[in-house]
């Protein structure tokens, strides 16, 4: 079956950096678009980010335009995202999902299944102040 797995996450101090990556198995990867998440505790998944199926548009959330930075290495099946400047605030568990569309779609920040079929289990990001 479909696998996405995250992997990257860890405790950090405020200011500073850290490189998430998504790994898929059995998808045709580079025919998605694929997105970032995170759920933080008591909070709903909020979409992060998103980036077309060649990496030729990307789009993010306000709260991390500037600071973070989405990517893809089709020929090696892989999300990534370059997480700088971090805050108390960005602590969550970052997940990355399939979308079944090639563009990101519509409210692409919805974690909703007409959207996203496939997700991964998530790794954490703690930020220290």
């Known amino acids: 079956q479909v696998q996405l797995v995250e992997s990257g996450g860890g405790l950090v101090q405020a200011g500073g950096s850290l490189r998430l990556s998504c790994t898929a198995s059995r998808l045709r990867f580079g025919a998605r678009a694929m997105a970032w998440f995170r759920q933080a505790p008591g909070k709903e998944r909020e979409g992060v980010s998103c980036?077309?199926?060649?990496?030729?548009?990307?789009t993010y959330a306000d709260s991390v335009n500037g600071r973070f930075t989405v990517s893809r290495d089709n020929a090696k099946n892989t999300l990534y995202l370059q997480m700088n400047s971090l805050s108390p605030e960005d602590t969550a568990m970052y997940y990355c999902?399939?979308?079944?569309?090639?563009?990101?779609?519509?409210?692409?920040?919805?974690?909703?299944?007409?959207?996203?079929?496939?997700w991964g289990q998530g790794t954490q990001v703690t930020v220290s102040s």
């Open positions: 999902a399939a979308s079944v569309y090639v563009s990101c779609p519509g409210s692409w920040h919805q974690a909703a299944p007409d959207k996203y079929n496939y």
């Open positions: 980036i077309r199926w060649d990496g030729g548009r990307t």
